[in-house]
């Protein structure tokens, strides 16, 4: 089924805009967790702990978006848990938005195309239902990822850290920022690939942190879904949140990594802090929607 | 040692300024290699497949760049190669450029650092000398990788492909082009790098399919080591690879990838063809670095 149409699908079904960041900081997964393991078994704790958080926050997420950065850290061990936890969210019905940023020429796009969607028959080694990318290599290497209407991408528009404004916003000769350049972009590679929902394939990615290019950036990609990093733990704002909607209350995805994953509580309660902390990640996101009609 | 010294030292020893890239297209995989391995062997296919090549060519080369998109294809047979392929690189004593162009804010970034470049006595997991990056994130993104000497990046500066241009050829209001303005962020992360060599470790990624915008680049960052793709099979022009280099016959390293580990004359000489194939390409360089002096 079509990428754009099966999330939008999620998002009625669940009455969420929650993505769910898996980013396993090692020094962070709680030792009280990590005690029924030997103290190398990187692939049996994080493995082990994404799971459960996948177990107790399935139902209030939209998707999951695992960094890979996270588990290339622990070289093939942590990509034995990438894996693992990778097939416990086909378990779970969930779908993957995989955090890798990758980028290429097309030959190379294709490779990575085949590594995270698979190719025909080929099974994808590392399955996801979309990946994050990075256009600064132009159309060529965005071509590859867009073979199949069941995958998605979601392109590197304005990212959430402080420094993304070096080149992002600086305007070329037109008045328009790379980020506005960017985003026209996506609006022209989105529109062959809109779906039934309204919505196409090519998404953008958009940081909380900078509710002031937000709401512009929303108006040139329409029919876009936008993923939304940023808001919580980096300081993003509801503002921005709320920006990031369309007048439907649908086309964004705000993702929450550290906020859900490492809740003070965990040692009180334990997975049922991770749970809680889901559950309201969610409600506080479909109140500032709400807001939206007052 | 400092990375950029290390590598200038190499070229010295070598007289080479050719780097050997690892990127195994399955299908170019010569048949009659493949035929002592089970049909599903990834692994032992393409890691035994560039265990050879290393062994024929790295008296000729001053680094290998392993492509990381064509080993994430196979998923974790694939990853395997991969650190098969690296460990016999560090038995051989050679230099590594990783090219996986991987970008993101800083947290994220420093955990793509530690897989790559290890962090204290944590070990890489993927133990590379240098790393292929994308700086559309800014200096955030770029940092976390200059925290030893003894490490280097290549930033993604004019891309080979055909659409490199789309962004990376437009204009900004001061009248540099987005390719300009990344080589003068290069040039100001490399300044405080700098080694004995004159070299530092902030080097960039420049196609010689654009023969037009090498020289003005090479100037641009008159320390920066500038890793050039796209010679012989993409079509880049030996004029390109000419301004690549500064009046020392040094600062460029010129990438081949297809047009040695896939040499039509396999059939008939196995290995052999290889082993001509790096000393050819060798000395074709070589020699245009040698006309700069006419």
Known sequence: MHFADRLIQRCHERNSRLVVGLDPHWDRIPASFKRGFAPDDYCGVISGFLTH??????????????????FEQFGLAGMEALVKVLAHLRVRH?????????????????AYARAFFGQGDQPAGFPSDALTVNAYLGSDGIKPFLQSPNHGIFV?????????????DM??????????????????????????????????????????????????????????PGYGAQGGSAQAVKAAFNED???????????ILFPAEFEKTGFEAIREAACD?????????????L
Chains 1, 2 share one sequence.
């Open 53 to 70: 958080v996948i177990d107790v926050t399935h139902e209030h997420a939209v998707a999951f978006k695992p960094q890979i950065a996270f």
């Open 94 to 110: 969930c779908l993957v938005l995989m955090d890798g940023k990758r980028n290429d020429i097309g030959s190379t796009a294709a």
């Open 156 to 168: 590197l528009v304005k990212t959430s850290n402080p420094s993304s404004g070096e080149f992002q």
């Open 171 to 228: 305007k070329f000769g037109s008045g328009a920022s790379l980020a506005q350049t960017m985003a026209a972009a996506v609006r022209q590679w989105n529109e062959p690939t809109i779906g039934e929902s309204g919505y196409g394939n090519v998404g953008a990615v958009i940081g909380a942190t900078y509710p002031e290019h937000m709401a512009a950036l929303r108006r040139e990609m329409p029919c876009s879904l936008i993923l939304v």
């Open 249 to 259: 209350g649908l086309g964004a995805l705000i993702n929450s990594s550290r906020g």
């Open 281 to 293: 990640a969610r409600e506080d996101i479909n109140r500032i929607v709400a807001l939206r009609d």
